[in-house]
């Protein structure tokens, strides 16, 4: 069976310069999919004639020349902008003739349309963001990342059954650990909202093993972290900072003196494994998930590399068929309760 993916060419910083590589890429290790690149044809054409014609038959141009623009609000990218590329990729998802899209523009805007175009799942109020990051043994999943800044306690639930099927499917893991992020262990601790949340797990059949702390979040505790958007989002750009923080410290270290040089030189394969383990690239592809169809968002500024890896995860998602099983997660736990 082919299957097919709507790739958005041109969000993000770079493009459709990037983005077709990527999708290229993508074509040439994987020989069962066929990618429709939604974006306006002319400019398209060109870029396709660049690359390897061995594939060019599974790579599809749809055309649409509106752009949403990285600034763009979400209402008026929703209200306006009707042939973007962003809509006409999401759209192919509603309509069957993808089964997922991945996009790396606007955020807002892309959550917007996901949700205008392909609708909630039952019994989930709000798409959530989950990604993958690293930890000290293997990594975590943490939702939500920035689609809900204020979220109550059922909406927490609903996060933590999306971000448990999710890594149950993704990770082969047949009941993830899931963790609420608080301020402390204790259950005497965070707002009301967090504690309601801890009870509505408590009482559910998933593995709910109670608050984790910021320090908690890279050692392994947790499979999944449930936070509201507000908190997630501030998590991931701070560890974003810090990775560029020790990356910059490190190899300016390095190259202050002969000595640190030749220790750099010598120790070049160790440098390189940590930097290949942290590198945010290989962690790209947020999905948006509670929506009737797989939607990912790649970072902004992602090269070819990081766009191949967001396909790689929208290509997971489908073999796993993700939203299906939420769906049925979610009835499952509602009707034991």
Known sequence: MTLSLALDTMGGDHGPDEIIPAAFFALENHHDIELLLVGPKTALDKIIAGQSSAHASRAKVVNALDVIEMDESPSSALRSKKRSSMRVAVEQVKEGRAQACVSAGNTGALMAISKYVLKMLPGIDRPAICTTIPGIDGHTHILDLGANVDSNAEQLFQFAVMGSELTSAVENISSPKIGLLN???????????????????????????????????????????????????????????????????????????????????????????????????????????????????????????????AIEEALLEVKKNIPARIASRLEELLSKD
Not at 185 to 192: Q, S
Not at 221 to 247: H, M, P, Q, R, Y
Not at 260 to 288: E, F, H, M, Q, W
């Open 183 to 309: 301020v402390g262990a204790e259950e005497n601790k965070g707002n009301d909202r967090v504690k309601q949340a801890a009870l509505l797990l408590s009482d559910s059949h998933l593995n709910y093993i109670g608050f984790v702390e910021g320090n908690d979040i890279y050692s392994g505790k947790a499979d999944v972290i449930v936070c509201d958007g507000f908190v997630g989002n501030i998590v991931l750009k701070a560890s974003e900072g810090l990775a560029e923080f020790f990356t910059h410290h490190t190899t300016a270290e390095f190259r202050k003196t002969m000595y640190g040089k030749l220790v750099a030189t010598v120790s070049l394969p160790i440098l390189k494994n940590i930097r290949r383990k942290t590198d945010p690239r290989r962690y790209n592809g947020a999905s948006l998930l509670g929506l009737r169809g797989i939607v990912v968002k790649s970072h902004g500024s992602a090269d070819k590399v990081s766009f191949a890896h």
